[in-house]
């Protein structure tokens, strides 16, 4: 981390970039919060660790329009949604300084609390040049450890690999974290009737309070106008009048980001009431690769997404029906 | 003949693009081809204005089944529109067997203005796989009711 601040203060002082978006220490030792950092002082809080789960590349939307370079550390799941949001011409590439900074999984702190560990005075193990291995807590009831692999995140179990897609620099070492198929879930749901597929979506679904976390979190959900802010629209910004809005609202989500989503999990990690919001754009991904060939959003900027495009012999829409 | 108030008669929104489907369901009713009246269309200006919503939007308000109907893909008046389309719907069909609606309930069908007999024998068909189907209690005990 001491590597990753000199070298942001070195990029500040030569005038390279105007200020630095990365994390701030928060409250607790668990929960760093995104931030700027415009003077070489600043950096004093800057913070990069297991907890720095947040994705960075939506708030370039806005620095890109502010003068002079931003530098922003970037995980490599993040290049792909600074990839897609340069495909889309949201983001200015001169704008930015992308400092891929190493990933070694991040953490989930409803994982650690699932666990029993709570009370946490402060957490060690958890810092990029930690070998991730396990956790160690001091608590108020004592001291804790589990093991670094039982609390990541969903996502960085499904990963995709540790290699940045775009950037100007690299910093830190990644650890390969992938032990899972991120499809599995979602051909579990597939294989149920439609009863217990109903089930399973109305059980997760009525959670939904509503806040407009994952939207507004999503790198691909970044529309100027957005059809959930219109007063016209039955999701629009209130509290839902019946069980059918909130499946609306995700659906219409879901279906908004489909073939521009890169996976990224922020939904799910912001999710205040911990719905598995990813299984619905994993279920489009899953029909995208399988229907009109493998695709990650993202990847290549140049290329064309799956739905402002076409084939002469594309899919039938009853295929949805024949394959059962 | 007395109307049976306990039988199950479904509502079936038919999305009919301008240019072919509308042409061809006007053809069946000009060639007294018959189809049930439970069929409701409405007319769309191409296959691929009907934005997702739409869809969710009839189940919503009341919808036993959704049926889309355009041109052949090549014969699009816009050239290009039921291609797009045809992906929408398909992943949109796909998400909402997914969630648990019965994929019967969703269909699309290409209607080339001259296919009469097809447009009337596809919602003959589509009616009575609704019939079948029963009513969309699914969706039915979420939606607004008034």
Redesign the interface.
Known sequence: MQELIDRAKALLEDGTVRRVLGWKTGDLPYDPEPAYFETPESLKDFVYNGFCGANLSKYMIEASKLEGRTLVCLKPCDTYSFNQLLAEHRVDRDKAYILGVGCKGKLSMEKIKAAGIKGIRSVSGAELTDPAETLFFDTLYGKAEMPYRDAMLERCHVCRGKTHAVYDALIGDSKDTTDADRFDE?RR??ALS????????QKELSKCIRCNACRNVCPACSCRQC?FDSAKF?SAQKAN????EE??FH??R??DV?GRCTDCGECSRVCPQGIPLHL?NR??IK??NE??GDYQAGADPTAKA???S?T?D????????ER? | MPINQEEFRPLIVAFCCNWCSYAGADLAGSSRLSYPADVKIIRVPCSCRVN??FI??AF?KGADGVI?CGCH??DCHYS?GN??A???????????????????R???EWVSAAEGAKFSATMNEFVEKIHSLGKNV??G????RN
């Open positions: 979602v749901i597939e439609p009863e217990e597929k109903f089930a399973f979506f059809v039955d009048a019946d069980s059918f499946k609306m659906i219409i879901a279906f489909a619905f279920k489009f029909d995208i229907l009109y799956p739905l402002t076409f002469l594309d899919a039938e829409p009853n295929i949805v029906a059962g | 997702p919503m969710l939007r919503e889309l893909p090549g290009t291609y797009y045809r992906r929408r719907m398909t992943l949109l069909f796909s998400m909402l067997d997914y969630l648990g609606v019965e994929n019967g969703t269909r699309v699914r969706l005990d979420l939606r607004c």
